[in-house]
T-cell receptor, first 114, second 109 residues
Framework: NAGVTQTPKFQVLKTGQSMTLQCAQDMNHEYMSWYRQDPGMGLRLIHYSVGAGITDQGEVPNGYNVSRSTTEDFPLRLLSAAPSQTSVYFC?????????????FGPGTRLLVL | GQQVMQIPQYQHVQEGEDFTTYCNSSTTLSNIQWYKQRPGGHPVFLIQLVKSGEVKKQKRLTFQFGEAKKNSSLHITATQTTDVGTYFCAGKGANNLFFGTGTRLTVIP
């Protein structure tokens, strides 16, 4: 199993550009999430999905869109990038249900918006 | 909204010294998880605590969950250079994990 994969690893954007951060998992996990990590802020939840076709907002959803057409993929879209979106983005997945299970993180995407 | 606070933000210790990080939630948690993130890496799951007052050990690491299920701690005995990284707690709310701000541990050889 590859686990959770993310592409690209690094990206530089200009303000106003759009892009999609890709995330895929091959563990048949129902639950997938996107986090951003900024210095001193920990990991903040952007959007999450409890299964194909179902998504919901997390703590900091503004400026980001998601969709979940398959169990495996959970892309994160930036429609019009802003410097405030400079961050490290982590995708994570877990089996779902129950009191809580191990959450597996991807390697991250480092995004710089100029 | 739900908040999970973690202290200290940074900790520098000499190799061989002990280290403790504390996690406090504004609400009762159904469980708490701990993760470790090495510099430049991604968070990796360490352990999950579910029961009130639960204590679990992993070699030199001891994890505790408070009686009220609102706080938790991670204690490392006799730190080693391999312990370097940021330690996060994460509290489980209704559907999501809420992460603390993390404690960055530096171990001085």
């Amino acid at each position: 199993n590859a686990g959770v994969t993310q592409t690209p690893k690094f990206q530089v954007l200009k303000t106003g550009q759009s892009m999609t951060l890709q995330c895929a998992q091959d563990m048949n996990h129902e639950y997938m999430s996107w986090y951003r990590q900024d210095p001193g802020m920990g990991l903040r939840l952007i959007h999450y999905s409890v299964g194909a076709g179902i998504t919901d907002q997390g703590e900091v959803p503004n400026g980001y869109n998601v969709s979940r057409s398959t169990t495996e993929d959970f892309p994160l879209r930036l429609l019009s990038a802003a410097p405030s979106q400079t961050s490290v983005y982590f995708c994570a997945s877990r089996l779902g249900g129950g009191v809580g299970e191990t959450q597996y993180f991807g390697p991250g995407t480092r995004l710089l918006v100029l | 909204g739900q908040q999970v606070m973690q202290i200290p933000q940074y900790q520098h210790v000499q190799e061989g010294e002990d280290f403790t990080t504390y996690c406090n939630s504004s609400t009762t948690l159904s469980n708490i998880q701990w993760y470790k993130q090495r510099p430049g890496g991604h968070p990796v799951f360490l352990i999950q605590l579910v029961k009130s007052g639960e204590v679990k050990k992993q070699k030199r690491l001891t994890f505790q969950f408070g009686e009220a299920k609102k706080n938790s701690s991670l204690h490392i005995t006799a730190t080693q250079t391999t312990d370097v990284g940021t330690y996060f707690c994460a509290g489980k709310g209704a559907n999501n994990l809420f992460f603390g701000t993390g404690t960055r541990l530096t171990v001085i050889p």
